[in-house]
C-alpha cells in the first residue's frame, strides 16, 4: 500500500521560512516524479513544484520561482520543499504526489498525500 505522509506545516508569519517534508513507503521511491501542490479553501489544487526521479530536473510554478526549492533524497525515500518569503496569499494546505512522469498536471500523479496545512500570518 502506497502512502505518502507530509509533515513540517504550521503557522509562520510573513517573510518566514517553512520546509515540508513528505516520507513515502509502499512504493519504488527513485522510479517516480514528485510533486508538490496546495489547495486554498475555495480554491482549486495547484501546481507548486515538481521534481525528477533523479533529481536533476525540477519545475516550479510561477508564484513561487527564487521562494521555493524541491529537492529529494532517494535514500530516504523523501521529498522536501523549502519555502522562504512566505506571504498570506501562501496559505493553503500542501500536498506531495508521486508519479511515473514528471510533469506539472495534476492527473498525472496517482499517489497523494493527505496534506500539511500552511498559514501564514500578516
Known amino acids: 500500500q502506497v502512502q505518502l505522509v507530509e509533515s513540517g506545516g504550521g503557522l509562520v508569519q510573513a517573510g518566514g521560512s517553512l520546509r515540508l517534508s513528505c516520507a513515502a513507503s509502499?512504493?519504488?521511491?527513485?522510479?517516480?516524479?514528485m510533486g508538490w501542490f496546495r489547495q486554498a479553501p475555495g480554491k482549486e489544487r495547484e501546481f507548486v513544484a515538481s521534481?525528477?526521479?533523479?533529481?536533476?530536473?525540477?519545475y516550479y510554478a510561477d508564484f513561487v520561482k527564487g521562494r521555493f526549492t524541491i529537492s529529494r533524497d532517494n535514500a530516504k525515500n523523501s521529498v522536501y520543499l523549502q519555502m522562504n518569503s512566505l506571504q498570506p496569499e501562501d496559505s493553503a494546505d500542501y500536498y506531495c504526489?508521486?508519479?511515473?512522469?514528471?510533469?506539472?498536471?495534476?492527473?498525472?500523479?496517482?499517489?497523494w498525500g493527505q496534506g500539511t496545512q500552511v498559514t501564514v500570518s500578516s
Open positions: 504526489a508521486a508519479s511515473d512522469s514528471l510533469g506539472v498536471h495534476r492527473y498525472r500523479y496517482s499517489y
Open positions: 509502499g512504493l519504488t521511491f527513485g522510479s517516480y516524479a
Open positions: 521534481i525528477s526521479w533523479n533529481g536533476v530536473t525540477s
